[in-house]
């Protein structure tokens, strides 16, 4: 190969690379970022550092059974005045030796649209054992338990509980470990050092209603300390669901957004 054939084959290896490199900025740019929360939302730990955060989707051990698009961080992000609504009702049961427990906050769009794509494929099942074990997966969107909207997405919503204190430790889920339904005997089902509500947290079950009259004693009464405690505080209750409660009047009632779970999608400082 002369010298000029030589130098000719760089120049066009060069002009190559240039021309790789310059469609993959083009890609780069092209791709829209992710976006921002609005500055009234809020982590819940800069409003009230003492509420328990237990961020389920974030983990494997929710009924998809692996960490939910949109989660990149495990934390709870809310409007703010929902945000100041909890720490008043944390204030509340921190007198009474209890604590607030939060599975679930603020839930991304993408998030909605895993649990769509999920409860469409009929063979993934492999939570099924846990959390949905009387309920035919074909169902989940007929009874409810699925939806294409969430209002987690507008902001305002959370999932909770009440944990007597000390808060004793959880033991985290390990995938392939051997799953028991939610509506099993407290001692037998999934660990939560939550009060004993009568099911566990996300049960695909009618004994997850609020005011199931199956539950009673002293189950119905930890359910009844929960929401009595919010409803005083302009909360309302998702009858079927007794951790589902929803900050009213929300400052964003028609709004699903989609910003990530991520302290980088809020204003610094919030």
Request: include cysteine.
């Amino acid at each position: 190969m002369t010298r000029l054939s030589r130098a000719l084959r760089g120049v066009i290896t060069a002009v190559a690379a240039l021309l790789t490199l310059t469609a993959a900025s083009a890609t780069a740019r092209a791709t829209p970022a992710d976006p921002k929360a609005p500055k009234d939302f809020v982590a819940l730990s800069a409003v009230d550092p003492t509420i328990i955060q237990e961020m389920r989707n974030f983990t494997p051990h929710n009924f998809v059974g692996e960490r939910v698009d949109g989660y990149e961080q495990p934390m709870c992000i809310l409007t703010r005045p929902a945000a100041e609504a909890l720490h008043k009702a944390q204030k509340e049961l921190l007198r009474k030796g209890y604590s607030l427990k939060v599975y679930d906050c603020y839930r991304p769009q993408r998030a909605v649209d895993h649990f769509v794509r999920w409860a469409k494929d009929l063979d993934d099942q492999a939570m099924k054992a846990e959390f949905y074990p009387r309920v035919d997966k074909t169902r989940l969107f007929d009874d409810g338990y699925i939806a294409a909207k969430s209002g987690h997405s507008r902001g305002s919503t959370m999932d909770l509980t009440v944990v007597r204190l000390p808060a004793r430790p959880t033991h985290p889920y390990v995938p392939g470990q051997p799953l028991v339904p939610c509506y099993a005997p407290k001692d037998q089902r999934f660990p939560d050092n939550s009060l004993d509500m009568g099911t566990g947290f996300d049960c695909f079950d009618t004994l997850a209603h609020t005011l199931d009259p199956r539950i009673q004693g002293q189950q119905r009464a930890n359910r009844l300390l929960l929401k009595s405690t919010l409803e005083n505080l302009g909360f309302v209750n998702l009858a079927e669901e007794w951790w589902h409660y929803t900050y009213q009047p929300e400052p964003y009632p028609d709004t699903y957004f989609d910003f990530p779970v991520s302290r980088k999608s809020l204003t610094p400082g919030r």
